[in-house]
């Protein structure tokens, strides 16, 4: 189900619909050009990767400190936990990107908005806040705007100008081109390209990985052994099988659009099915990736013991 509003639409996954993934809820959203996702916070951090388009995004650190970037297909932003942000998708065509919050439960559709907050606060209240007459607030929205459309915001120059602080630009910055990255692991069945803290300072909840499988191509039998995983598939088609104790196995097929999830530790591989490209995202509630490959294991392993568990 997508809710939609003038300016743009949303669709959700969290505990609630997918019971598994405790530590990671998901939202697609589309923001048409110049379409705003209003002023607001959240009690969980939030990690995305654009999809399509552009989008201009701002933040403000606990320090006061802002950021107003314009972020592109392949990049990422990560918000902390609490720190005020907007987004409005950029010409001609808008942005659609992933969300990912740090709490199976967290909803996109139940945050701390700026009109919200401003309609349930007495106008005496407001006026003493911001030092002008309470007439200046006569015509606040008494319903949130959530997502609305906007004018055309200008160039990103003057928006980072109108906003600057004495402070200067937060410590690490909150976006990172994940896209534009050399992959960490590449071979003839596709890449691997990951972020988190080591090299984009800012996530220090959520890490990412995003796979792109060659028809044919393979993503090892592997488990990672400090959190669960939470997928999202982007393009293509392909299937999983898990492995768990018991013995227990499951294995099930995904297209574009689809969730997967992985408990922390257990072996999995995914394979390209299809006959184009498949490309997915790992996402995990931690500060870096971490993964176990069974052939690594296998490697590394006196061959005699080998040979005495397998007959190889």
């Known amino acids: 189900h997508k809710r939609y509003q003038n300016g743009g639409w949303a669709r959700e996954v969290t505990q609630e619909d997918f019971e598994i993934s405790e530590t990671i809820s998901g939202v697609n959203m ?3 050009a110049n379409g705003i996702r209003e002023m607001h916070w ?3 951090a939030e990690w995305a990767i654009m999809l399509d388009g552009k989008c201009r995004i701002t933040i403000l650190d606990e320090l006061g400190r802002p950021q107003v970037a314009d972020v592109k297909t392949g990049d990422l932003w990560y918000f902390p936990p609490g720190l005020p942000h907007s987004l409005q998708g950029l010409g001609p065509d808008g942005a659609e990107f992933l969300l990912a919050f740090d709490n199976g439960r967290a909803s996109e559709f139940n945050t701390l908005l700026l009109t919200d907050w401003v309609a349930h606060t007495p106008p ?3 006026a003493a806040n911001f030092g002008v007459s309470a007439d200046a607030f006569k015509n606040i929205p008494l319903d949130n705007l959530w997502i ?3 004018d055309d915001p200008g160039p990103l120059a003057a928006a980072q100008r109108a906003s600057q602080s004495s ?3 937060p410590e690490h910055p909150f976006i990172f081109s994940l896209g534009e990255m050399k992959p960490i692991k590449q071979d003839r ?3 691997v390209q990951i972020a988190d803290s080591r090299n984009f300072p800012a996530s220090t909840t959520v890490a990412a990985a995003l796979v792109t499988l060659k028809p044919g ?4 039998l592997h488990w990672h052994p400090n959190a669960d995983e939470w997928q999202y598939y982007i393009a293509g088609q392909g299937r999983m099988t898990v492995f768990d104790t018991g013995p227990k196995a499951q294995t099930a097929d995904f297209r574009a659009g689809d969730v997967g999830y992985v408990k922390k530790s257990l072996g999995h591989y995914v394979q390209n099915t299809g006959n184009t490209d498949l490309v997915f995202l790992e996402i995990f509630k931690s500060d870096r990736f971490a993964e176990v490959s069974l052939s690594d294991w296998l490697k590394h392993t006196p061959p005699q013991l080998v040979k005495a568990h397998l007959g190889i």
């Not at 191509?217 to 090892?220: K, T």
């Open 30 to 32: 589309r923001l048409a």
């Open 189 to 191: 069945g596709g890449t």
């Open 124 to 126: 005496d209240i407001l």
């Open 217 to 220: 191509g393979l993503r090892e």
């Open 148 to 150: 609305f459309q906007g």
């Open 42 to 44: 959240h009690q969980q």
């Open 167 to 169: 402070l200067g630009a």
